[in-house]
């Protein structure tokens, strides 16, 4: 009898009627979703069951960092499933050990403790927890174009249209409006902005309010990279009133950016720093909170510091450093900017590209004049569907969202795959120029 879970003979067709079936896909009615059937994955690309190739242009979930199916990680997991596949958490094992160890020498200042979870959303659940422990204040401030998980917490701080169903959510939870208004409103100074938070840190009372969790450089709602001297300032006020700063670095971390976190950009130290995707590159489940020394801890994960997921990201961090990822990611993300610039001279519909690194967005509009968006606000429309349905056809993987597509590749990309992809790009624009009226 064979011991396999998965039939390795099912077709692509049987597992998608079967997964939605069966089990449910996030954010969406059920009806609706189309999943891609996945068999396989080498370095930049997966393939269906059949044998058709993607380029994974958006690394999964912008956390494939390191290229999928590298050996050095995939042995690392085997060999410690081998000899310490568990320990609960009251104990002390190697992966647990050195991965604090690399940890405290990678993040930025003195942050040299962390808590392990499953991942990114425990993260920020836990950071608030933190926050709230070590202040005696209640009130945690986030921004509204933000995502920070889906868990009670975590989703009450998420301000973007994720958060709506799951209100009112938990008491404390203060938004702030973002340095960036939008396709057809753009951006304000770093001041401007500083001077709204620091309005409303008034407003609620500073006494009161125990952090500003902020994504250093923001991910899913739209690759947001706020203009020098913000996250300095927020960092100014953030001592000024005895607030807690907390870094959400899940996906802009671990090399996204073209630095190990975006916040080194800008060489700003937070009092807590959350990470996932990246520490593992998704090859096991993990995320940590890092901090300052801290004495005392009212929190539990039975699978905290899970060794097997400890070894997966210790394995990770060394393939980073190894293939000088980092490096790459800049070196490939000088390529990606200027390819990014050249869509934006051709096509009439992009509207703005940006990108930091390999983190990057293109934003399309269909008017020039007024830069209306191709899809309204937390919508779609037939132009961005048909441009996600050539991607699809193209065997180009990638995000799309609202008016938006993501340029996330895996950072071990190279410059010829990186031009093949923005070639099969250049094509689709052509479907979303045709929409443009002035
Ligand atoms: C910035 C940020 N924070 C938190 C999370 C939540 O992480 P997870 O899905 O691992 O819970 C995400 C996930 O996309 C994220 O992008």
């Not at 190894?322 to 390529?335: P, Q, S, T, Y």
Request: with cysteine; glycine share 10%; proline share 5%.
């Amino acid at each position: 009898m064979t011991t396999a879970i998965i039939n390795p003979t099912m077709t692509g067709k049987e597992i998608v009627d079967l997964c939605k079936k069966h089990t449910l896909y996030e954010w969406s009615a059920q009806s609706k979703v189309d999943p891609i059937p996945v068999a396989r994955t080498k370095g930049i690309y997966f393939w269906t069951p059949e044998g058709k190739r993607f380029i994974d242009f958006n690394s999964q979930l912008m956390s494939v960092n390191i290229g999928h199916g590298d050996e050095r990680v995939i042995n690392a997991i085997k060999e410690q499933a081998e000899t310490l596949a568990y320990a609960n958490p009251f104990m002390a094992h190697e992966p647990r050990a050195r991965l604090g160890a690399k940890l405290a020498e990678i993040t930025p200042g003195d942050i040299d403790t962390f808590f392990f979870t499953n991942g990114g959303a425990e993260a920020t659940e836990n950071a608030i927890k933190l926050a709230r422990f070590f202040t005696g204040r209640h009130k945690i401030m986030a921004r509204y174009r933000s995502y920070h998980g889906a868990t009670a917490g975590s989703i009450s701080l998420t301000g973007d249209p994720r958060r709506w169903a799951a209100e009112p959510g938990i008491p404390g939870v203060v938004h702030v409006l973002d340095p960036y208004h939008g396709i057809e409103r753009g951006w304000e100074s770093a001041e401007t902005s500083l001077a709204m938070i620091e309005e409303t840190m008034q407003l609620e009372g500073p006494h009161t309010i125990a952090a500003f969790i902020l994504e250093t450089v923001v991910g899913t709602n739209g690759i947001l990279i706020a203009p020098d001297g913000y996250l300095e300032g927020v960092r100014k006020l953030c001592d000024k009133y005895g607030i807690l700063m907390i870094a959400d670095e899940v996906m802009a971390g671990f090399g996204r950016t073209g630095e190990w976190f975006a916040v080194d950009h800008w060489k700003v130290v937070p009092d807590l720093i959350c990470m996932a995707k990246g520490l593992t590159s998704s090859y096991l489940p993990l995320g940590a909170v890092g901090m300052r020394h801290h004495k005392v801890f009212y929190g539990g994960l039975t699978y905290n510091s899970h060794p097997m997921g400890c070894a997966a990201a210790l394995a990770t961090i060394r393939v980073y450093e190894e293939d000088h990822l980092i490096e790459n990611a800049r070196k490939m993300g000088a390529v990606m900017k200027q390819l990014g610039a050249d869509l934006l001279a051709r096509h009439a519909s992009v509207g703005a590209v940006r990108s930091i690194g390999l983190f990057g967005i293109v934003e399309l509009i269909r008017s020039r004049k007024t830069h209306q968006p191709m899809a309204p606000f937390n919508g779609t429309s037939e132009e961005m569907t048909a441009l996600g349905r050539y991607f699809r056809e193209q065997g180009l993987y990638t995000l799309v969202r609202w008016n938006t597509f993501f340029t996330n590749p895996p950072l071990c990309i190279n410059e010829q795959q990186l031009r093949e992809a923005f070639a099969i790009i250049d094509m689709g624009l052509e479907i979303t120029d045709k929409a443009v009226a002035d």
